[in-house]
């Protein structure tokens, strides 16, 4: 079974920067599509930003701007640099391995499970 493992998250105040990393193994990372998608209690699970094996990034409008997904194939990780952070950028962010439905809207793949997340909270 595939496994993404996310890690990097803590508390900031707003304005500040973290900096998340989703280690995958057990696939190679260079032939899939990359995702990472964030959730607040009471609310569905949202699409942040996504990478799509040529390296292409897409951005929802909430981060565009701030955020930034990136990849290393060689070390297996996957990257989302967040700047000028906000308070309602707060919830557990995940990573999962992606298709892409059109060119820019994304879904998990639904042979995969969710990884445990990591914690961001932005406040003052």
């Known amino acids: 079974q595939v496994q993404l493992v996310e890690s990097g998250g803590g508390l900031v105040q707003p304005g500040g920067s973290l900096k998340l990393s989703c280690e995958v193994s057990r696939f190679d990372l260079g032939n899939y599509a990359i995702g990472w998608f964030r959730q607040v209690p009471g609310k569905e699970r949202e699409g942040v930003c996504a990478?799509?094996?040529?390296?292409?990034?897409f951005y929802s409008e909430s981060v565009k701007g701030r955020f930034t997904i990136s990849k290393d194939n060689v070390k297996n990780t996957v990257y989302l640099q967040m700047n000028n952070l906000k308070p309602e950028d707060t919830g557990v962010y995940y990573c999962a391995r992606v298709l892409f439905i059109s060119r820019d809207i994304w879904r998990p793949r639904d042979e995969d499970s969710w990884g445990h997340g990591t914690q961001v909270t932005v406040s003052p």
């Open positions: 990478i799509n094996v040529y390296g292409s990034t």
